[in-house]
């Protein structure tokens, strides 16, 4: 059996690039914390990590980068984004930018959102990953949810056990804390999380200040945002059938007619996998509302209802 520590050098990071294009997990060291990464187009993967971490929502993820390029084809890259980019990339400051309709990034991994984090981390061995995998890669901080982030590969291996298929040993992490999160999306930068980039030198190079997040708690999970995504019809949920007119998202072995079903076999990883883009497959005019089936609270469950909930309740004025 192999050992799920590797020593990082150039055929243990082949190795788990491989394992990444495959769809699995693999713990790779940055200069900020441990991170537990996925190819960031696969759905599949992106549902295990959240299960890995036992998220009880789906926190939008960081997509990380090799070059500042790469990031082009995932984001709308303006100027006040490449500056930063040229000042900080390589380096802990992930920028919040509005995300390409045609970017190959599973909706899963933005939590149905339309922007998308982008990072390029200063760490040999992420970016030999990185392009090893010959793909962006989502990675949360590897560490369960609500605990501290690992800054060695010892720290995974205690937290996750053997969920990655691999973590890559790189040593400790030189900053230790995550990387600093600026939202660019609007037209004053927005600081969500402060981190390994300081304030005060983001405000040099903005030439401004950057903002406080909308909110007096601090920094909210994304996932709790009114923009959050939501279906533009109604959602009924607990649905047993659909009511004429209505969608139906099943889930599980059904009797009836399905619209879509979110597991056949009643996988809430694979359920968690398909949930963003096939509520967006069913936002049609030629549905009144999409009616989903009970999904059970355990494991990715609770996920899953936290992001129906939502998108069940009611929507503001003019918001869809
Ligand atoms: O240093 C780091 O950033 C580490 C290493 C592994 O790169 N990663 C990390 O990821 O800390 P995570 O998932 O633990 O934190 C991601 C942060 C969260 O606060 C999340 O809400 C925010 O980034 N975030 C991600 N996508 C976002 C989006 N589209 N809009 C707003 N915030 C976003
Ligand atoms: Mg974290």
């Known amino acids: ?15 788990a690039g491989r394992l990444l294009a495959e769809g699995q997990l693999v713990a790779f060291p940055t200069e900020t914390v441990y991170g537990l990464g996925a190819d960031a187009g696969c759905d599949r993967a992106v549902a295990a990590i959240f299960a890995a971490k036992g998220r009880p929502r789906f926190n939008p993820l960081i997509i990380h980068v090799a070059e500042a390029t790469e990031a082009e084809a995932l984001v709308a890259v303006d100027d006040r984004a490449r500056h930063l980019m040229a000042r900080f990339w390589p380096g802990p400051l992930t920028l ?6 045609d970017a190959p990034v599973s909706l899963l991994a933005s939590a149905g959102l339309d922007s998308l984090a982008v990072r390029l981390p200063d760490h040999p061995v992420a970016r030999a990953l990185i392009r090893a995998a010959g793909r962006p890669l989502a990675a949360p901080s590897a560490n369960r949810s609500g605990r501290v982030s690992p800054t060695e590969a010892a720290h995974v291996a205690a937290c996750l056990g053997g969920k990655p298929a ?3 040993d790189g040593g400790p992490c030189r900053v230790g804390v995550e990387s600093t999160v600026l939202d660019l999306t609007g037209l004053h930068p927005t600081l969500l999380r402060p981190g390994g980039v300081s304030v005060e030198d983001l405000t040099n190079a903005l030439g401004e200040e950057p903002h406080a997040p909308p909110s007096d708690v601090g920094v909210k999970a994304p996932g709790m945002l009114d923009s959050h995504y ?3 019809l109604p959602v009924r949920l607990g649905a047993r059938a ?3 007119g209505e969608a139906l998202l099943a889930f599980g072995p059904v009797s009836g007619a399905a619209t879509l079903n979110l597991s056949p076999s ?10 963003f883009a096939m509520l967006r497959g069913l936002d049609r005019p030629e549905f009144s509302a999409i009616a989903v089936a009970p999904i059970p609270r355990h494991g990715l469950g609770l ?3 936290d992001r129906l909930r939502r998108a069940a309740s009611p929507r503001p004025e003019g918001q869809s």
């Open 166 to 168: 691999m973590i890559l």
């Open 266 to 275: 009643g996988d809430l990883e694979e359920a968690a996998a398909n949930l």
């Open 1 to 15: 059996m192999v050992a799920l520590i590797q020593p990082a050098n150039a055929e243990t990071i082949a190795a």
């Open 230 to 232: 939501a279906p533009g």
């Open 303 to 305: 996920a899953i209802n």
């Open 96 to 101: 919040v930018l509005a995300r390409r309709s």
């Open 242 to 244: 659909a009511e004429p």
